[in-house]
């Protein structure tokens, strides 16, 4: 895949033209390069994320106690164990460690120039923060990613099969986590209650979305070439064809996640690192204010909570925090511990990073000024 990026000629010739023909607004650039939307942190955006903030903020103080029947739920966080909240933040930074260490074993090696732990450091919190602001689902992330990639000498194609490839490999854990805490619930290997639609459901969907992954790879990643006589035949042929690029572009990139998993790939210790330690600061959440749940219990209800990151909420606010509270009191956990310990653990894994995320989306734009500067050169594994 690298090698044929060092021997693209156009590759060539863009790096060896000179240094102004790199400029974003030239409208060469803009046309092969474009920035996505999501870049531009505005004060608009700000305001609008910080008012809504401000008033999800109030609702939950206001509101949610009475609603709920937890008058003594923000009493609890003046009695939180300062150890236990001080080994949450701890376990946050191991958790975008993880995230940083996945990134870098996935796609350190491609395109022009090496991404090192600074680098990789810098377009994941940004991307990260790119989530946070602007889309729900990661697709402000995925923008920002992509852009920065492509900046950084990988062509849109390996930008894309590699983009798969992490995305297979981030989320494989957390669906066989499902998978294992779902059915061993349900059928009684593990410890805690059996709410049908919190254990034996979501272990299915995540058993037959395993299996449709590893299917997709089965197909040939030339189906749309082997489809284009297809495209001559009327409108027909022509939606076929389009269909077609789908599921031959995905099967690339879950070819190459499996490739990484064949060759036990390092890296993917990234991918359990960044949700082991996520859970592990919901456990020390619970420590802080009370006792934690049993542990299948724990980890179940926080892989079906985060499905609500789905939900098109401003910055996602509000439908991971709605998710895994109501999937923890469905298993029997007090409602106002769960409550208190969800918002601490979002506000250590969802908005202390926030900060740091910004300051990392400003030094990556200084990062990309300066790989504009310096000649390309290519890499392979």
């Not at 958790?95 to 074993?105: C, N, P």
């Not at 697709?139 to 062509?155: D, P, S, Y």
Request: proline letters at 7%; glycine letters at 12%; a neutral charge.
């Amino acid at each position: 895949m690298t090698e044929s990026t060092a021997e693209d000629p156009q590759v060539e010739e863009r790096a060896a033209a000179p240094v102004e023909s790199e400029n974003p607004r030239a409208p060469e650039a803009d046309e092969e390069e474009p920035r996505p939307p999501s870049l531009e942190i505005s004060r608009r955006s700000l305001l609008l994320l910080g008012g809504f903030l401000i008033a999800s903020l109030a609702a939950l103080y206001f509101l949610l106690p009475q609603l709920a029947g937890l008058d003594e739920t923000w009493n609890r966080i003046e009695k939180g164990d300062p150890i236990w909240l001080a080994t949450g933040v701890v376990f946050t930074i191991g958790m975008f460690g993880g995230y940083v260490a996945m990134f870098r074993g996935i796609f350190a090696g491609a395109g022009s120039r090496r991404l090192e732990w600074r680098e990789s450091y810098q377009i994941t919190m940004a991307s990260l923060a790119a989530t946070r602001l602007f889309a729900a689902g990661g697709a402000g992330g995925l923008a920002l990613t992509a852009w920065a990639l492509r900046r950084a000498g990988m062509r849109p194609r390996e930008v894309a099969d590699k983009t798969i490839a992490f995305l297979v490999l981030t989320y494989t854990p957390y669906a066989a986590a499902v998978v294992v805490c779902g059915f061993g619930l349900h059928w009684g290997i593990f410890p805690g209650e059996d709410p049908f639609a919190f254990t034996f459901v979501p272990a299915v969907i995540a058993l037959l979305m395993m299996t449709a992954t590893l299917t997709v790879s089965l197909v040939p990643t030339d189906l749309a070439r082997r489809a284009e006589g297809l495209g001559r035949r009327g409108r027909l042929g022509r939606l076929v064809q389009r269909l077609a690029n789908i599921p031959a572009a995905s099967s690339a990139g879950i070819r190459e996640a499996i490739q990484h998993v064949r060759g036990r790939d390092p890296a993917l210790l990234g991918a359990i690192a960044f949700w082991g330690f996520q859970i592990l600061v919901l456990w020390a959440a619970f420590h802080a204010f009370g006792d934690p749940p049993p542990q299948a219990v724990l980890i179940q209800a926080f892989f079906v909570g985060m499905l609500g990151n789905l939900l098109p909420m401003p910055g996602g606010v509000g439908g991971v925090e709605g998710g895994m509270i109501g999937a923890l009191v469905a298993f029997g956990v007090d409602g106002g511990l769960a409550v208190v310990a969800v918002l601490v653990y979002r506000a250590f894994t969802f908005w202390l990073p926030l900060i740091p995320g910004v300051i990392a989306y400003f030094q990556l734009r200084h990062t990309v000024e300066r790989w504009r500067a310096e000649p390309a050169l290519h890499y392979t594994k």
